[in-house]
């Protein structure tokens, strides 16, 4: 197998792709997979998306799916030949609480609140859910303690101590940096409740997402970057793209890594509206569009990235092709009226437009 896998092209699909190809839509795809024709991937977000769906059929659909065609698990740069599918969604799931989830939606919603989420709510509100959600966790956290046996007790003994006083401690931390990030909110945006931050950046950087969309290969985030700054509105302090991410870099305190390097930029084109998702306003689009920058990471490990997303293709062409990264980002089509589909490799998905 090992011989056969490392000959075979690696193909990284997105989710939507992915739950076509489990529901049958795609036979011949399927049949290159299971036979190893091209090597399937799978990431820990495909495990993510597919466990959001309550329905266990779906879970399972997916899980066989990915057995059936011999997915490869990537996790943290490597690729897993052995794991179960079926085995990394029970293992995901099994980490999942109310607890847990709450917290992370708390945390997301003020980047909803950006993308003109979150309506009828001002960042003061935003915060106090943020608090509920964090007392929930401290409270959770006590709980787990006191529900230890002596046995475990006796494992952690002497670590009770300090385990008993990090919930006092994070919520000091927790209050601390929630103020004063409620003071910058409040201060740059007084009126907040029904606003559109992604929208006012563009606006007041003269930035007109309908001459980017229009960009053509090669060198499309060098022409997005050019156009930006044609408008005598510089996005200070980044005259390109290159001195962007050494910005972010050193504003964070750590040294990006590809997959960051490639989520950062796609949080970027996101931020400008180039090939903008619609109605991110809405939650369910907006958790899609977090999960596609990720996807957008992940497929970078592969040879081929296929996609039916049109939008979705031509971010991770520019990216990709930015940082010189070799994957074949591909569009997958179907003529509504034939009914026959084929694939736009690369530039040919942006002269199809």
Not at 165 to 184: G, I
Request: glycine letters at 6%.
């Amino acid at each position: 197998m090992g011989d056969q896998v490392s000959q075979s092209p690696r193909v990284y699909l997105d989710q939507n792709f992915l739950s076509e190809i489990a529901k049958g839509t795609f036979p011949l795809l399927f049949e290159s997979f299971r036979s190893r024709k091209m090597q399937l991937i799978y990431s820990w977000m495909h495990i993510k998306e597919t466990a959001r769906c309550r329905e266990k059929q779906f879970h399972l659909q997916i899980a066989n799916a990915l057995t059936e065609m011999n997915g490869a698990y990537l996790h943290q740069n490597t690729l897993y030949f052995d794991r179960s599918p079926q085995q990394q969604l029970d293992e995901y799931l099994s980490t999942q609480s109310d607890v847990s989830n709450q917290t992370v939606a708390s945390m997301g919603k003020f980047l909803h609140k950006f993308f003109g989420g979150q309506k009828g709510k001002d960042f003061r509100q935003l915060v106090d859910d943020q608090r509920k959600a964090h007392a929930d966790l401290m409270a959770h956290m006590v709980k787990c303690i006191e529900m230890l046996d002596e046995e475990e007790r006796g494992l952690i003994d002497q670590y009770l101590p300090i385990l008993k006083m990090l919930p006092e401690t994070y919520t000091q931390q927790f209050e601390d940096s929630a103020e004063k990030m409620l003071q910058r909110f409040e201060t740059d945006f007084p009126s907040s409740t029904n606003f559109n931050a992604a929208t006012e950046f563009r606006s007041a950087n003269k930035i007109d997402h309908v001459l980017l969309d229009k960009i053509q290969p090669p060198q499309v985030m060098e022409q997005i970057w050019g156009q930006i700054n044609s408008t005598g509105k510089t996005f200070a302090p980044f005259e390109g793209a290159n001195e962007f991410l050494a910005g972010m870099s050193k504003a964070t305190g750590e040294e990006f890594s590809m997959e960051t390097k490639i989520i950062t930029i796609y949080n970027f084109l996101c931020l400008i509206g180039y090939q903008a998702d619609e109605k991110l306003g809405r939650d369910n689009k907006f958790r899609a569009a977090l999960s596609d920058h990720t996807h957008a990471a992940c497929g970078a490990y592969s040879q081929v990235f296929i996609t039916a997303d049109e939008r979705m293709a031509m971010k991770v062409f520019a990216i990709y092709e930015y940082l010189k990264i070799q994957t074949h980002v591909c569009l997958y089509r179907e003529d509504k009226k034939t009914g026959k589909s084929h694939l736009l490799v690369g530039k040919e998905i942006f002269a199809s437009t």
